[in-house]
Each structure stands twice: as structure tokens, then as C-alpha cells.
């Protein structure tokens, strides 16, 4: 009777976190409701595992166990999650996906050593567990050495690699289906045969993220994340949880559509980022950014670079990826606020993609205290552009080309831009005449309005706050 | 158990549109907490290696079932503090010193549309 | 069978979010089409009818069941045709007689939004 | 073996069947694709009902019974949906959906008669399920009766009536109650039981919308509708049908919200409709309806009228409910016709809850073979109003009511209406000064700008094309 009440009331934990995961998402999907949203979310899981202690058939000596495995890996998520720089975001995600996905294959290949009377549905959940777990797994942990940059974030290619992937790929197969024949007779073999599927998984999960480049790591987190979320749910099936079932099938239907919204978003196919470089585009704009320096360009000092910014009505500052890398956000904000003191009307232009994730300019100008008020978004501030006396572009280059609207031929055409070049005057701070991630020229840097400041953003930033002063 | 695995695949299909309806139409500004929060959902994975762990009969499947305790955890706990921590940073802020214009904070909502 | 009532109501919860995901912000014109598409929808309880007629072995579920399976194929057949009458009415005709300006279908299809 | 796989098809038909009516619902809700969503559906609802008639354990002498109550059945719903006019489809859903509830409530009641280990959860599922079903089955026949005009389609009133449906309600819940305590030892008593609960529940849903005006009761049938589906749902957990238990939450969870959207699109409360009259608008406004014959109205001819038609550049026509009353849509497209072959640009704006549907005027003007290019919803066209020439208003009035932008005492305070007034002329075709559905005064009918053409919108349409011709 007391363990009816046990079974109902674990059961009941799980449908209720089950429901809080669901509202959970569904309020992490609105701007205004985020961060609710995830605080429920939490709320579901802690649910969840307080329910899970009172599973029956727990051995008394494991509890001890397991309360110290959760506090160890929970320190160990924490910490580094508290302290990590805004701007490392993407590899903190990319290395916490890989925790799931490792705990994934490690459950699906206890419970196929421990288990014996395995139906095949079960089965087949198992093995699938196994290899979307350990892929997650490498993968993830590739993807976080190559964003902190432990690894070049360079494609990195070698030879014969498409076949050897395939072989791989191939093997896995193989091994699996013979697993799941066998394991009905020879549940021993079978096993041996599971832990080869796991470590042929592992080395391909690696295999197939060493090859992308760093930029377009952001594609690939999310699509392992959603692949966790698949295997989660798997887990779920072996184990007959359906808080695991429900859970793990929303992260791997929204982690896969989100996947495609994001890769949308800067213009690039899935398909090719896993399987490709940027394809003909890239050549086609080694050429075009090499015939590029030809053409005239027009340099400015710091010092008169800050007499259009100090007199202007209306500045809009357009950051990029060079914003980050430069770590020069305190700078721009100090600057911004100057400019505001002496009546300057200063906004921030975000674009979508601009920088290496999804709302990364967001969360680096949040973390330099930019008022949330004065970020716009590209649709809400691109007719302005107009009426904008200066632009201010900082270490941003695809987002701003104009190729993108105009050139039928560029690997970024369609990409919606911001019209900086509808401003009446327009300052690009940059190191060099380098291209951007795209790897095209940009036309914006030749237009007669550009005037061009040459060096590292943030040191750049620092001499405008000094000749602003000055003006 | 058939029963359970018909059960079982209706629980999975109505999740899955569920997870699709719900993201469809998402602003790009969240695409990187989505990601991290989504994250930190599948962590639910620990409950099985708490499973694994607490049958757990024998110091092989203790080992594995502790290892996946502690990845486990580490998902979840890091993902939602990763998570919490962005989304901060998107809620309005009194703006700050010097700056000129003070908006209302239900403007500030209404824009992160 | 506990089972099934567990997974039973985690099937209908997750129908009930993605039912009110579904029709979260429908356009006002829609509402009547929708009202009696969701109409014909429920009208599956006719398997119900046909599941009781099937097995029934007296006179008086013959009759019960008779019934029902008469008013839920009404409401079936009814609730289809009646829906897709209206919505075929909802479809972009080619423009009647002397009317002027003639737009492309896709724009037609815009403005429906 | 063979019994195995025919249980696996049935099975997963009626999985293919949930899936169709989840991507038909969601298609259903998207006004380009909504057609193919109902469809979708009807496919789904085709795989389900064949997979039914392989079930297990049906009487062969039974399917002939079987084949011939849907024959019949679907000719009795097949042939008046197919004949029936468009303005009385409403009634028509209300009829259809009687026959749903119905079905859920015998099948309940059936299931109870000769089950006899029913597990307490199926009890509370045939009980809720016959109780919801006899409602929504008086409930709908009522609001059919009203609307086809065979009963008085205003509000209703007996005396006592809150204690009686109090009264009643009280006593099904006990009887309820009873049978669900009782069920386990006396299930003969148990029966009887139910069959009182049914009956009460029949008289219950008959009483409860009697007092509701016609004009509510599109709202009314969205609810019953609803009430439906959650029937369906039960009696699937009964049968243990997923099919069932997934079609019918849909639409209880989607008829919820439709509801909630409906009503608000007429400025309503459910719980006004369900529970009182106009409440203390409908007093204040007849006040106000009174004092205002005092009003200077302008009267105009209808040949007068045809000449600012005739010779306008832009001109707006308004319709109402009182062009459905009238049935005057295919007058006003042939009037519409020869002002375009003048040269005069004509459109239609549409109002969402225009009429006593939403859509109405949608389906109404569809009807006459109005171009849909020709039709314009309410946000798209109101900033045009301040550029026509003409609005032409064909018995439409709370809509067109300005007191809903200022006058916060009004009962229509805040409803979203179409700025007719912003027109240089309003020529506005009713039969009286009489209000509208809302029952209060429109100042727009007394606006310096606006003429009234008295009459029944018929008649005077017709006047008014030999006008127009003549002109
Ligand atoms: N946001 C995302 O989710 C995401 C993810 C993956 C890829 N992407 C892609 O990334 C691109 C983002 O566009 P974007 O305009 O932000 O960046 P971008 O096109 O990559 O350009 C960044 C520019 O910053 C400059 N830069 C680098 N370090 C700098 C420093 N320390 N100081 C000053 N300048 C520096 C570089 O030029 P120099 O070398 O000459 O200084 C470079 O041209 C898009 O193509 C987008 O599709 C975005
Ligand atoms: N669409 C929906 O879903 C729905 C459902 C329920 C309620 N409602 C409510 O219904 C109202 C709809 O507004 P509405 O402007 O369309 O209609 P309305 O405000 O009800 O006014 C209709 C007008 O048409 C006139 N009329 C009636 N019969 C006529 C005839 N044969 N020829 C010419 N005129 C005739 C009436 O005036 P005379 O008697 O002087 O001719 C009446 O003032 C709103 O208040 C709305 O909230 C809508």
C-alpha cells in the first residue's frame, strides 16, 4: 500500500515536471518570459530528481553515491558556468551538451549489461542511445576545444576524410545490426559488440566536427544538443520514463528546428556545414577580395574620426564580431555614453547573426551595462539609417555588405543586411582590409562616404574616447 | 509492454510537434539562450543514471552509473546557471550614470519583440 | 493497466498543449471554418459507436449502438462537408465578369493573414 | 500470429489517423492552407474508421448493422451540409455537434451496461463522459432550434431560474457520485444510476441555453463544441483508444481557446454570455437609444444617393449583419460590378465579428462571388477610410460605432471598429434607427457627413443599381 503511494507519487513528480518543462520552453521562446521560463524549467528538474530518490529498488548503499555524483558534477557545471566570460558562452553550452550526451550512452550500455530479458524495441532504443549519445559526446567536446581555441578553429582537413567517415559510419551500422540480432542468443557477444558500436561512435563524433570551422560551431552545438535530446529520450524508452521521453523528444524537436532557424538566419544549409566549406562562394570571393585592394579606400586618424562623431545629431553604432574578439564592449559603451552627454542621439544596431552566435552582441553589450533601451534590431532601425549622420561600424563586415542585397552572385545574396550605407557618413573600425566570415570583399569599404580607422577595436576605441574628449 | 510501446510512441510524436509548434516563429535574440536552455532540459538524461546508479549491484555498474551521475548533473546544473545568467543580462536595466533618455520599462518589453 | 492510465493522461496533457499551441493566434475569419473543422474532428468518437455496435451481442447495445453509430457518422460526414464548403468559399475565384483589376493569386493568399 | 498483425494495423492506423488530424488541425488554422487541413482530417478520420472495422472481436452479423448506420448517418449529415445556405451554417454545426455529444454519451452509458470489472478511473471517465455528452446534445439542439428560428432567438427567461439549474446540477453531481461508490458492489443500481445522470444532464444542457439570446450562440456552439471533444477524449480512455483520447483533447483544448478568441473578438465574456444578459449595458443603452431619436438625422433618396456612388473615385462598402438578414449580398456584388466598370474603385471592409458569426461576411460575400481580392480585413483597411470618398454601410452598426474608440462608458468601450466616420460621405442603408446586436445608440448616424437610405437593405439596393445605371 505504501508503495502504491511511493509508485503514484514518483509518477505524479514526473507528469507535473513533465508539464513544467513543457511551459517552461514555452516561455523561454518569448523575450519577456525567458528567463521565467528557465526558472521553471529548473523547478521541473529539481521535481524530477527528488522524485527519482524515491524510486523503488534503490540499494541503500548507492544513495550515498548518488548524492555525491550529483553535488561533484553539479560543482563542476556550476562553477565554470558562474565565472565564465559572456563572450565564452558557446563552448560552456558545447561542453555541458557533451556531459548529456556521455551520460546518454553510458546509461543505455549499463542497462543493456545488467538487463536480461530485453524486448526489441528496447533494443533498438539502446543501441540508437548509445551511438547519438557518444557522437553528441566527441562532438561536443571537439566543438568546445575548437571555440576556446585549445584547437585550431581552422577547418581542419585531411586526407581521404570523406571515406573514412563513410567507413566509419558504415561500420557502426554493422555493428549494430549485429548486435541486435545476436543479443537474443548470445547476450554476451552482443555486449562486447554494444561497447564497439560506443567507442566507433565516439571517434566518429570527433571525426565529423574536426573537419567545420569554428564559426559555424554554433550550427553544430545546436544540432548535437538536439541530438542529446533525441538520445535523452531514447534513454526514456529503455527505461520506461516518460518524463525522459517527453523531455528528451521537445529538446530534439525544437533543438532541430532551431538548428535550421539559426542556420537560416545566416544564410547558410545545414547540409553544408557538415559536409562542406562555403563551396563555390569561397573561391569565387578569394578572387573578388583579391582584386579588391585595387581599389581606393580612404584612411582617418582617431583624432578626425571624433569631430563627425562629437558634433553628430544622430550616431548608430553597428558592432560585429571584431567588437568581440577586440573584447572592446566597455570601450564602446564609455564612448556612447560620452557622445549621449553632449546630446548626441546614440543607438546600437544589432543584427541578427552579426558575431559568431545568436544574439551575441546582445549578451556582450548587456554585459557591459548598455542600456537594453538603446539596442535595436535590424528591422526596427533599418529605415533610420537615412536620417543617421554617422555609422559607426566596429569590427563588423558581412552584416553591413551590401552584396548581400544587390549582388545575385555573392554567397551572401539575400542575407537581410543593415543599410549602413544609407547613413550619411560612415567610419569602419577593423585591423586590416580582411574579409569577414563569409570571406567576400565588401563593397561598403569603398564607397565614397567610408572613411576607414585601421587597428584593434578596443585600442582604436580607447584613442576616439581620448579625442572626443578632446573636441 | 506492447501496450506501453504503442503508449509510449504517442507520448514521443505529441512532444515532438509540441516541440516544433512551440519554437516556430522564436526572435533570432534568443536563438543562444534556446539552445543553452534546451540544454540544460535534456540533462533530465540524469534521472536515468541516478537509476542506473541506484540498482546499481555490482562495483561495474557503479562505476559506469556514477560517472554518468556526475556528467549528468554537470548538464543540468551548468546549463540552467549558463542559461539563467544570459537571460539576466536581457532583462531591462535602470540605465545607468550619465546616459540621457529614460524609458519606461514597459517600452523596454514591448521592443524585445 | 496502471500503466496505461499513467501514460493515457500523459497523452491527453500533451494533446491539450498542442491543441492551445495550435490555434494560439488564428486570424478571426478563420474562427467559424475552425470551429466546425474541429467539429467534424471530435466526431471520431463514431469509432466508439462502431467498437460497442461491433461487439454488441443483445438487442438492446444493438440498438444503443445503432444509434450512436448513425449520430456520429452525421456528425463525421456532416461536420467534413459542411467545412469544406465554407472554406471552398474561402478560395481565390478568378474575377467575375466586368469586375476590373485582376491580382496575382499570391497576393490574394497574402492578404489573408 | 495473423491476430498479432491485424492488432498491429489497427494500431498504427489509428496512430497515421492522430498525426493527420494534428498537421490538419495545425493546417486548419492558417488561412491559406485551411482547406487542405480539413482534409487532411477527413483522410485521417478514413484510416481510423476502416482500421475500426478490423477490430478484434466484433459479431460478423453486426457489421452489417455497422455498414448501414454509417450509410445512413452520413446521408443524414452528408445532404442538408451540402444544401444547406451559407447563413445558416451555424445552426447546421450546432446540429452536428448534438449528434457528437450524443454519440459520446451512449457510447458511455453502453460501455457501463455491459462492462463489469471497470477499473475506477474508466468509471469517472464513462460518468464525466455521459454526463458532457447529454449536454452538449440538449445544449446543441437548443441552440439549433434558436438559430433556424423554430424557437424565439431572444434570451429566454423563467422564473427560479438559477436555483432550478443549480438544483439540477446539484443532483447529477450526487447522482454522480453515488454511482461511483456504489459501482463496485451494486453495478445494477449503479446502471440505473447512470441513466438518471444521463437524463438529468439532457434537461441540464436544455436549460442552460435556453435563457441565451441568438445572437450569442455562436460562442455557445464554440463552447458545446468543446465539451464534445473532451467527451470524445473519455470515452477514448474507456476503449482505450489513443485515437480518441488525442482527437478529442485537440478539440477540447483548441474549442477552449477558439471560445476565448471568439468572444473577445466580440467584446464578450463567456461568462456573460453563459450566465446573464447584456448586464448593466443593456439598461444604460436603452436609455441612451431612447434620448437619441431627439438627434437631427439626414434622410436621402436613393437616387440621390446613386450620384456620389456613381461618380466617386474611392469608394468603401461596410457590410453588416443586416445584409445578411436581408440576403442582399448579391445585390450589393452586382452594384459593386457597376460602379467598378465606371471606373470607381470599390472595396469591401470587413469587420472580424461583422454579422453574428466570425467570418460571416467572408462566407456571406464569398457566396455572391465577391472577388476575396476585393475584401479587406479590418487593420488593413481603416487607415484608407481618411481617403474614400464614399462608405457605403449595409446594415452594419456596432461596428461602425465611434463611442467604442472614446466613450469609455459604453458597453462596446474598446472594442476594435471600423473608422467609417473618417469617410468624406457615409450613406448607411437600415430599415430604422433601431440598434444594433449591442443595443446602443451610434452617433455615427448622426454625424454631419452621414445620410441614411431607409429601408430593407434588399429593396434598397436594388433602387439603388437602377439609380446608378440611370446616373
Ligand atoms: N551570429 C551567429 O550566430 C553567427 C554564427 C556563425 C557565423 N556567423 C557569421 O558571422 C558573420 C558575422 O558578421 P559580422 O559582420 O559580425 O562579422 P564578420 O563579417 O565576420 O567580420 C568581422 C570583422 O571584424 C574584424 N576584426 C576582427 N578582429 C578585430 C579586432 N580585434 N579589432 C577590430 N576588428 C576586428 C575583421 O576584420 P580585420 O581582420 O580586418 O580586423 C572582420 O572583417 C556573418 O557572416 C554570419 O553569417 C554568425
Ligand atoms: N460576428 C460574430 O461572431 C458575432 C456573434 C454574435 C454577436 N456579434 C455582435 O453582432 C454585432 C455585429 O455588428 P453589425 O454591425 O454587423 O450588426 P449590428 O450592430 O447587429 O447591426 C445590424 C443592423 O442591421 C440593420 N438591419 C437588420 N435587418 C436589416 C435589413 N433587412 N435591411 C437593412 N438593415 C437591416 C439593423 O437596423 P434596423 O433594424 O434599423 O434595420 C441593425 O442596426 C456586434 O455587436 C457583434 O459583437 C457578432
Known amino acids: ?471 | 509492454m506492447e501496450q506501453n510501446v504503442l503508449l509510449g510512441a504517442y507520448v514521443f510524436a505529441l512532444a515532438i510537434f509540441l516541440g516544433l509548434e512551440i519554437i516556430n516563429r522564436v526572435p533570432g535574440t534568443l536563438h543562444t539562450p534556446l539552445m543553452s536552455g534546451t540544454n540544460a532540459i535534456h540533462g533530465i538524461v540524469l534521472l536515468g543514471a541516478m537509476i542506473v546508479l541506484g540498482t546499481a549491484n555490482n562495483w561495474w555498474l557503479q562505476a559506469i552509473g556514477f560517472v554518468a551521475v556526475v556528467a549528468g548533473a554537470a548538464n543540468v546544473v551548468g546549463g540552467f546557471a549558463v542559461t539563467d545568467r544570459m537571460l539576466e543580462m536581457f532583462k531591462k536595466k535602470p540605465v545607468p550614470g550619465g546616459a540621457g533618455a529614460a524609458a519606461g520599462p514597459a517600452q523596454g518589453q514591448g521592443k524585445a519583440r
Open chain 1, 1 to 471: 500500500m505504501i508503495d502504491n503511494w511511493r509508485d503514484a507519487f514518483v509518477d505524479l513528480a514526473y507528469f507535473a515536471a513533465s508539464v513544467l518543462f513543457i511551459v517552461g520552453l514555452k516561455r523561454l521562446s518569448s523575450p519577456a518570459s525567458a528567463r521565467q521560463g528557465n526558472q521553471l524549467a529548473m523547478v521541473g528538474m529539481l521535481v524530477a530528481v527528488v522524485a527519482t530518490l524515491f524510486t523503488r529498488g534503490f540499494e541503500n548503499s548507492n544513495y550515498i553515491l548518488i548524492i555525491v555524483g550529483i553535488a561533484l558534477g553539479g560543482a563542476l557545471g556550476y562553477l565554470p558556468a558562474r565565472r565564465v566570460k559572456m563572450t565564452a558562452m558557446p563552448q560552456m553550452v558545447a561542453i555541458f551538451n557533451g556531459m548529456g550526451g556521455a551520460t546518454a550512452a553510458l546509461v543505455s550500455i549499463a542497462e543493456f549489461s545488467h538487463k536480461t530479458d530485453i524486448p526489441g524495441g528496447e533494443a533498438v532504443s539502446i543501441v540508437l542511445g548509445t551511438i547519438i549519445g557518444a557522437v553528441s559526446f566527441t562532438g561536443s567536446a571537439i566543438a568546445f576545444l575548437k571555440l576556446q581555441e585549445l584547437m585550431s578553429g581552422r577547418p581542419i582537413v585531411y586526407p581521404n576524410q570523406k571515406p573514412i567517415n563513410a567507413a566509419l559510419f558504415g561500420g557502426i551500422a554493422v555493428l549494430s545490426l549485429l548486435t541486435l540480432v545476436l543479443y537474443d542468443g548470445n547476450l554476451t557477444l552482443a555486449r562486447v559488440l554494444l561497447t564497439l558500436v560506443f567507442v566507433a561512435s565516439l571517434v566518429l563524433g570527433a571525426l565529423v566536427v574536426v573537419p567545420i570551422g569554428g564559426a559555424d560551431m554554433p550550427v553544430v552545438i545546436a544540432l548535437l544538443n538536439s541530438a542529446t535530446g533525441l538520445a535523452a529520450a531514447l534513454t526514456g524508452f529503455v527505461l520506461n520514463n516518460q518524463a525522459l521521453v517527453v523531455a528528451g523528444a521537445l529538446v530534439g524537436a525544437s533543438g532541430t528546428l532551431l538548428t535550421l532557424l539559426m542556420a537560416r538566419a545566416m544564410n547558410r544549409k545545414v547540409t553544408n556545414v557538415l559536409f562542406g566549406a562555403f563551396g563555390g562562394g569561397a573561391i569565387a570571393s578569394g578572387a573578388a577580395a583579391s582584386t579588391g585592394e585595387a581599389k581606393p579606400i580612404r584612411e582617418i586618424s582617431a583624432e578626425d574620426a571624433a569631430v563627425p562623431l562629437a558634433y553628430a545629431q544622430r550616431v548608430v553604432i553597428v558592432p560585429g564580431y571584431g567588437l568581440a574578439v577586440a573584447q572592446a564592449q566597455h570601450g564602446v559603451r564609455e564612448l556612447a555614453d560620452m557622445l549621449q552627454e553632449r546630446g548626441v542621439d546614440v543607438r546600437y544596431a544589432i543584427h541578427p547573426v552579426a558575431g559568431r552566435m545568436p544574439g551575441h552582441m546582445n549578451v556582450l553589450l548587456a554585459e557591459a551595462n548598455v542600456p537594453y533601451d538603446d539596442l535595436y534590431e535590424m528591422d526596427d532601425i533599418n529605415d533610420d539609417f537615412a536620417k543617421t549622420d554617422v555609422a559607426l561600424v566596429i569590427g563588423a563586415n558581412d552584416v553591413t555588405n551590401p552584396a548581400a542585397r544587390a549582388d545575385t552572385s555573392s554567397p551572401i545574396y539575400g542575407m537581410p543586411i543593415l543599410n549602413v550605407d544609407h547613413a550619411s557618413q560612415i567610419i569602419v573600425l577593423k585591423r586590416s582590409m580582411k574579409s569577414g566570415f563569409a570571406g567576400i570583399e565588401n563593397e561598403l569599404f569603398h564607397d565614397p562616404k567610408t572613411t576607414m580607422l585601421f587597428g584593434d577595436a578596443k585600442e582604436t576605441i580607447n584613442r576616439l574616447i581620448g579625442a572626443v574628449k578632446a573636441a
